[in-house]
């Protein structure tokens, strides 16, 4: 069976090639197959990756490489380039992680069956360099409800389980950059645009993680980088002002305050997402 999803993914030099390879076999091994992979090139990339993307375009008749002279970040990488997703909804996939084989059917059925609903994401199960080596399960709100809610503090969603309207994405303005949190200011646009949300309670992707990949988000820059869109959130009445200044000192103890080596404890229990 085959589906109106464009997947969207964006690759950079750091990127591992047999994790880019499992990543997009992932999505063609989907039981609900989408009908378009873009893949965003963000700058120069090693031979080998350069090599592994070109096998994979000469693969698949629907993967497509987008070759960008320099990198710009995920968001400035995407924010030109989404727009080649021309089909009526858009999953998000990153390039190290690994889709279930019936993600994409039970999101699509899901949004069948609720209209009225935007965007739908999943529960994720973490691991360490192979599937075998499972972490923690990043679980995320269900209802509209509890992902606003969870929002005026917190990512909401694991972003590469996202299955969304194409519609909705260009209402919010489309991909943008944000330090660190391009995926958490589009998903406040979108709030804002008039998107509606769910997340399903079952593990639909497994998201490699390391063991810095919880204190990498850390320092000024980033905290600084959060606490912009706190202040969107403020000014769009998302959260009052006690909220915004609560979360303002939170955010500033466990970015610039908390040493490093701590992170991974701070992360997992209180600032994640």
């Known amino acids: 069976m085959e589906e109106e999803i464009s997947v969207l993914m964006s690759v950079y030099k750091n990127d591992i090639p047999q994790n880019v390879k499992i990543a997009v076999d992932s999505v063609m091994n989907q039981t609900l197959k989408p009908k378009q992979i873009v893949m965003v090139v963000d700058g120069p990339v090693p031979d080998d990756l350069k090599d592994m993307l070109i096998s994979l375009e000469k693969e698949y008749d629907i993967y497509e490489n987008i070759w960008l002279k320099e990198n710009l970040g995920t968001g400035g990488a995407l924010e030109h380039n989404w727009e080649r997703c021309k089909y009526k909804y858009v999953a998000k996939m990153d390039s190290d992680d690994i889709s279930v084989p019936d ?3 039970k999101q699509i059925k899901f949004l069948k069956e609720h209209p009225e609903i935007d965007v739908v994401g999943s529960n994720g199960q973490e691991f360490y360099s192979e599937i075998k080596n499972l972490a923690g ?18 990512s909401p969603f694991c972003n590469m389980s996202l299955m969304m309207k194409r519609e909705i994405i260009e209402k ?8 660190y949190a391009e995926d958490y200011y589009l998903y406040i646009r979108m709030y804002l645009a008039g998107a509606k949300f769910h997340n399903l309670q079952e593990n639909l992707v497994y998201i490699r993680i390391d063991k810095n990949t919880f204190s990498r988000r850390h320092g000024l820059k980033y905290y600084k980088s959060i606490k912009g869109l706190l202040k969107i959130m403020y000014k769009n009445h998302m959260i009052g002002f006690f909220r915004y200044t609560k979360e303002k000192i939170i955010r500033f103890v466990g970015h ?3 040493p490093k080596k701590m992170k991974n404890f701070m992360w997992r229990k209180f600032l994640r997402g």
């Open 172 to 179: 919010a303005g489309g991909f943008k950059p944000w330090f």
């Open 256 to 258: 610039v305050m908390v």
């Open 103 to 105: 993600r994409f059917e």
């Open 137 to 154: 399960i990043k679980k995320v709100p269900e209802t509209h409800e509890e992902i606003v809610k969870f929002m005026k503090g917190r």
